[in-house]
């Protein structure tokens, strides 16, 4: 797409509204004041951006509808064709991006096509095939470990309940969710550096622990559209909303974000920052 075009989609939320979020929440405004009584009545929910409980809620799920419209084809960066891959795969996205693992996990997956031939793959040439994938060493681990629990309590299949799946080695909650949600369609909310982030900025949480960031913004959406937010999220993370310096001018719901401005807001220069393709 080209810079024109950037701008013209990405940024219709600003040139629509002429508005954003900040703007229509300022100190003068009548939703400021509102925000400002629901701090001292207790009867009202405390939110992090003062807002009330409904209000975040429906301008969270706005955010997430405009979200599904920019990224129609959201979906898990990982290449697999089975529940096995996909851990095996997440578990070397660690420190890795999603693109390296996938140059990887082909040659992986031939070689060891199931859990018991991982399980008793060699050491030394399994580090070997993974390295590229960085933390080698412990990844290997997680890797064997995770085979031989398969085999072992599992009968050589990856299991399909959260509280099985964390108890394989080198999966987490955020994993579980992963292959939950896209191996098994059991939807599950996927709170990676990218989720976390814009969910503070979004203002619909302030906690940094993944846990609480799971419950709290899974609170906000009906189960049906956690997985495909965690990709959605995850998208808009990698190609508008940055860690430093987001492109906050060419942002497509930059109008419903109180963190509007904390990147570049200049149109044309937040658009030539904008990421198309894999990221
Ligand atoms: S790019 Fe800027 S406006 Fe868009 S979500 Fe991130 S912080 Fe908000």
């Not at 420190?95 to 030394?124: G, H």
Request: glycine share 8%; net charge positive; with cysteine.
């Amino acid at each position: 797409m080209n810079i024109g075009g950037a701008i013209k989609y990405l940024n219709r939320g600003l040139t629509h509204s002429g508005a954003t979020y900040a703007d229509r929440v300022a100190p003068s405004s009548p939703r400021a004041r509102a925000a400002t009584h629901a701090d001292v009545d207790s009867t009202v929910a405390v939110t992090p951006t003062g807002e009330t409980r409904t209000a975040l809620v429906r301008r969270a799920r706005r955010i997430q509808r405009e979200l599904a419209v920019v990224y129609p084809d959201a979906h898990c960066e990982l290449d697999f064709a089975n529940p096995l891959q996909l851990v095996i795969a997440t578990i070397l996205s660690a420190q890795c991006t999603d693109v390296r693992v996938n140059q990887v996990t082909p040659i992986l997956f031939a070689r060891y096509p199931d859990a018991p031939s991982l399980a008793a793959a060699d050491r030394a040439e399994l580090e070997a095939i993974i390295s590229s994938t960085g933390f080698f060493r412990m990844k290997a681990n997680s890797l064997l470990g995770m085979a031989n629990m398969v085999c072992d309590r599992f009968h050589g299949e990856v299991p399909h309940r959260m509280k099985d799946l964390v108890q394989l080695p080198g999966v987490g909650r955020k994993t579980a969710n992963v292959v939950l949600g896209n191996a098994f369609d059991v939807p599950g909310i996927t709170v990676d550096t990218h989720f976390g982030r814009l969910s503070r900025r979004f203002g619909w949480t302030d906690e940094t622990d993944p846990e609480k960031v799971e419950v709290e913004v899974g609170s906000l959406f009906p189960r049906k559209v956690w997985t495909p937010l965690s990709h959605q999220m995850i998208f808009h993370g990698r190609r508008c909303c940055f860690s430093q310096r987001p492109a906050c001018g060419a942002c497509p719901v930059a109008r419903w974000c109180p963190s509007f401005g904390e990147g570049i807001t200049d149109p044309v220069l937040a658009a030539k920052k904008i990421k198309t393709g894999s990221a």
